[in-house]
């Protein structure tokens, strides 16, 4: 499914079609380190394998390291999930895509920064190609 997307710059607009749906939100907070969530908040290594179930989440394997960007604010009965991208050789196909896991999966090794910045979800974090 194709939807329009329009890019309002100072004296320009910019009309792109765009390949994908957005899914259901997991949550409607995030933790990052910054406003924006630009900022690495730390390494963690994968425990275990964890198989996407849809296209917001990411593949990861067993001994994997990852780069978490953001933390969802646990609701509900909702599991906890962390927005990364795999780091490294083993998955090749998995490096640089950034996509939600749960944070159980993996232990943190390495903290950059703290995640104290609370900031709304929006639907592009939960868009899929």
Not at 49 to 68: E, L, T, W
Not at 70 to 91: C, D, H, M, T
Not at 108 to 115: N, S
Request: hydrophobic share 40%; aromatic share 12%.
């Amino acid at each position: 499914m194709a939807r329009l997307l329009f890019l309002f710059l100072p004296g320009l607009v910019a009309i792109c079609a765009v390949h994908g749906i957005f899914m259901d939100r997991l949550a409607s907070k995030k933790l990052c380190a910054d406003d924006e969530c630009v900022y690495t908040i730390s390494l963690a290594r994968a425990q275990e394998d964890y198989n996407a179930p849809d296209c917001r989440f990411i593949n990861v394997k067993k001994g994997q390291r990852i780069y978490v960007y953001s933390k969802l604010v646990k609701e509900n009965e909702a599991g906890e999930f962390w927005a990364g991208s795999v780091y490294g050789n083993q998955s090749e196909d998995e490096m640089g895509t950034v996509g939600y896991f749960p944070s159980n999966l993996v232990q943190e090794q390495h903290v950059y920064q703290e995640a104290t910045k609370e900031v709304p979800t929006t639907d592009i974090d939960f868009f899929c190609e």
